[in-house]
């Protein structure tokens, strides 16, 4: 081969691989501008989860508190539940208590004209029952209609509740009624009886029970 040809075939070699060079430069340095973008956009994704993985704790914290809150709330309930349980035991006591020394009168009928419900319960007892039955300081201190609606003709009138100011007066009264047996007052039946109306509803389970046993 000529010198002449040698040569141009040795340039036309070298060129090829200046291009090829800087064809790989060039590829190169497209290669790096995608790992640096690849590489800001891990950093952002690694902020972001640096973010979430903080939010997340924060939301167990918010969690773990609220279930304290919770179980405190909770045990809270419980207690007034108890207290309000107790209270309403006490209640009911309570007003079974201002009751024990009301006598309920059964058979007066509601169309009565009565100017004054206590001297007039006074009175009608007295009749009933008998003057002796009662103590030198009878009083009713207190009578009304039960308050219920009024009965419709026919049908039994609602109880008077009368409270004798001395318990004794109630207590002969009660017994005087059962030794007499039935009672009358202008041709109708009259009975007593003691104003047990918060623990009827009680006894009457009571007495289901009692009858199976």
Known sequence: MPDEALEGAV???????????TSMRQSLSTIERKIDALIYRIDQMSDR???????????????????DEHCTVE???????????????????LEALSRRNNVRIVG????????NME??????LSSLLGH??????????????SLEPRHPPGVPSCP???RPLNYRDRDRALQRACDLGVL??????????????QVQEPWQQFLQGKRKL
């Open 75 to 93: 045990t809270a309930q419980k207690n007034v539940d108890k207290l309000l349980l107790t209270l309403q035991a006490k209640a009911e006591d």
């Open 132 to 145: 002796e039955t009662f103590t030198n300081m009878y009083v009713v201190e207190l009578a009304h209609f």
């Open 49 to 67: 989860l640096d973010e979430h993985a903080e939010r997340l704790e924060q939301l167990k914290r918010k969690m773990l508190e609220a279930e």
């Open 184 to 197: 009358h007052h202008k041709g109708t039946p009259v009975s007593l009886f003691p104003d047990f109306t």
């Open 119 to 124: 001297r007039y319960m006074k009175h009608l």
């Open 108 to 115: 007066i009928a509601e169309s009565t004209q009565i100017d």
């Open 160 to 162: 008077i509740i009368a």
């Open 11 to 21: 340039g036309e070699t070298v060129s090829d691989l200046k291009q090829i060079l």
